[in-house]
């Protein structure tokens, strides 16, 4: 029977190490210079340590091994072999110093001498992915330049954790004297080796971990934050960054505190303290100021995160976008609002409407009179004071009901440019009266719009009547134009060179009853109505304006499809 017969293993089994003691055998002509030979070893074991230290893969990992024992012994064959079932990429991994013969490619065998020299047991079955034999068998061809003699040769395991996943075989010129030390450089360079594929291997895995960990939570729907003991921000979620505005890189380092607006400082910390000491925190809802203005409205979930020792080494908050939630809430609680006040403002004007038209026709009727007597100048004023109050008192009622009760009317295909021309017509007694100079700049061909023509004639007389009142006392100018702002967008402006509006009057220009103007001159109420029926046409309307530079006014409405 032949001893190199393969004997395939049932089931996988681990090799357990036994406690031995390994001698090179060292003829005494070679005591001398055993100290230098073991230096020499040892110098270029270190090297190949050196060259594996970083990101290596296995191969290069046996490659640099392989290569050190060549520096030590060019005259000897070295092949460093990795089982299948142990290689990352399923098949044999190997590094040598010769060509492999032909007959044994497809194989990684291993002797039974080679495990007891490494210190394993008795070995009852071979080991997972290789084949055991009795004595060693050459593997590897001569050099081109060498001759092919018969080789003699040994080998030594690659293990890990107890399991032989590899093999090191060294050969030589059969009957030839064995080099100084060369047993003992082959254990010492499987055992480095072995150390070296398992680092690297832990080395890869943490940085595939880690990269798998950026991947979810680059890809994660969620804002979500790693906070270390100290406070500093350790990991942010992209869906952080796109939720609040701010440069996700800026954030890492970053004291979570800052995040936050000086009144909920003190919560933000309470809740981080006691997540860190383990204890149970629910789930809180935090306003954070975002880079572009404005505040995103976030409910944060808060667990530590322990270290192997069960050390509590940091924070993590999952958060939930409450912001859109919070805004259709805001709308939902309006929209009661303006129910409440449509009901409220009815009766209202009901009852002013009566009396105030009694006023007003029986003012009309002295101004008349006394204007036919020939009354006195100050008594004709005083009758113009009151007719002058009750028109106010109207034109007040007027737009507390059109801002509580918007029109029901239907929308319908509508020109924009029309639209500014007729508003225009409204207001040229006013526009007459205010001395303002009117520019006009319309693009043409422009797609129509789906609207209420009768509120767009509100929304640009609104605008219109506000330029005149801003407009300076000489040389007061308006620019009206339009044009198409995008395939399925168009724009109108309203430009004035007044007088403008101050950075913390503009932030509420749009507040019902707030007004720029000085007091008793307007309702407040205009630019509120005006802000209702753009957005009920699903547009925008914008502000730009700076004391002594005037305003503009952007209007931006969706065309119909054409």
Same mark, same amino acid.
Request: hydrophobic share 40%.
């Given at each position: 029977?032949?001893?190199? !017969? ?21 003829? =005494? ?29 296995? /191969? ?16 000897? *064959? ?24 032909? $007959? ?11 495990? @007891? ?5 008795? =070995? ?13 068998? !050459? ?83 969620? =804002? ?9 921000? *350790? ?17 890492? !380092? %970053? ?8 009144? /909920? *400082? #003190? ?5 981080? +303290? ?13 306003? @954070? ?15 530590? &995160? ?17 912001? /859109? ?10 929209? $009661? %609002? @303006? ?29 008349? %009179? ?9 008594? +004709? ?32 295909? +509508? ?20 001395? #303002? ?53 168009? *724009? ?41 029926? &753009? /957005? ?16 503009? #006014? ?9």
């Amino acid at each position: 029977m032949d001893d190199s !017969a393969h004997r395939k293993p049932p089931a996988r089994q681990s090799l357990e190490p036994r406690v031995s003691s390994v001698k090179a055998i060292i003829t =005494p002509g070679r005591r001398a210079t055993e100290a230098s030979a073991l230096s020499q070893i040892l110098e270029s074991l270190n090297q190949a340590q050196r060259e594996t230290a970083g990101f290596a893969t296995d /191969e290069r990992i046996l490659r640099s091994y392989v290569h050190a024992l060549e520096r030590l012994y060019p005259k000897t *064959r070295f092949a460093m072999r990795l089982s299948p079932q142990a290689a990352e990429s399923a098949a044999i991994v190997q590094a040598t110093t010769h060509h492999i013969r032909p $007959e044994a490619m497809d194989e990684v065998a291993i002797t039974e001498a080679g495990l @007891l020299r490494a210190g394993f047991t008795q =070995p009852a079955e071979p080991p997972n992915g290789m084949t055991l034999r009795r004595t060693y068998q !050459a593997i590897l061809l001569a050099g081109p330049a060498e001759e092919q003699l018969p080789a003699d040769g040994f080998d030594a395991p690659l293990a890990r954790a107890g399991e032989v996943i590899g093999v090191l075989s060294a050969e030589f010129e059969r009957g030839a004297e064995v080099p100084a030390r060369l047993e003992e450089a082959v254990l010492m360079a499987a055992t480095q080796a072995s150390a070296a594929i398992e680092s690297g291997r832990l080395r890869r895995e943490s940085l595939h971990l880690r990269d798998y960990l950026e991947k979810l939570l680059e890809h994660a729907n969620i =804002p979500v934050l790693v906070v270390g003991r100290d406070r500093g921000i *350790r990991v942010v979620s992209s869906a952080f960054g796109r939720i609040t505005g701010l440069d996700r890189k800026e954030l890492v !380092a %970053k004291d979570v505190l800052r995040l936050a607006g000086p009144s /909920e *400082r #003190v919560r933000v910390l309470s809740a981080f +303290v006691n997540a860190l000491r383990g204890r149970e925190v629910a789930p809180f809802e935090l306003r @954070l100021p975002k880079a572009g203005g404005g505040n995103a409205r976030l409910q944060f979930t808060l667990a530590p &995160i322990l270290e192997s020792e069960g050390r509590v080494a940091g924070v993590i908050a999952i958060g939930q976008d409450r912001t /859109e939630v919070r805004e259709l809430e805001g709308q939902v609680i309006h929209a $009661e %609002k @303006l129910a409440t006040l449509g009901q409220l403002a009815a009766g209202i004007v009901h009852e002013i409407n009566n009396p105030l038209t009694s006023i007003s026709v029986y003012g009309e009727y002295l101004l008349s %009179k006394l204007t036919r007597s020939g009354a006195e100048h100050a008594d +004709v004023k005083r009758v113009e004071r009151i007719l002058r109050s009750s028109d106010r008192i109207m034109s007040f009622t007027r737009n507390l009901l059109t801002y509580a009760r918007p029109s029901k009317e239907e929308a319908e295909s +509508v020109s924009l440019n029309d639209a500014l021309r007729e508003a225009v017509g409204f207001c040229e007694h006013i526009i007459r009266d205010a001395g #303002v100079s009117v520019t006009l700049d319309y693009a043409e061909n422009l797609p129509k719009v789906n609207a209420v023509p009768g509120q767009l004639h509100q929304v640009f007389v609104n605008l219109i009547t506000n330029a005149c009142n801003a407009a300076l006392a000489e040389g007061g100018s308006m620019r009206l134009s339009t044009h198409l702002l995008s395939h399925d967008r168009i *724009r109108a402006e309203v430009h004035d060179n007044g007088v403008g509006i101050r950075a913390a009057e503009l932030n509420r220009v749009f507040e019902p009853f707030f007004s720029t103007r000085r007091k008793g001159t307007g309702t407040g109420l205009g630019l509120s109505i005006v802000k209702n029926i &753009i /957005e009920e046409h699903q547009g925008t309307i914008e502000i730009d304006s700076e004391p002594g530079r005037g305003t503009t #006014v952007l209007v931006t409405l969706p065309c119909l499809d054409h």
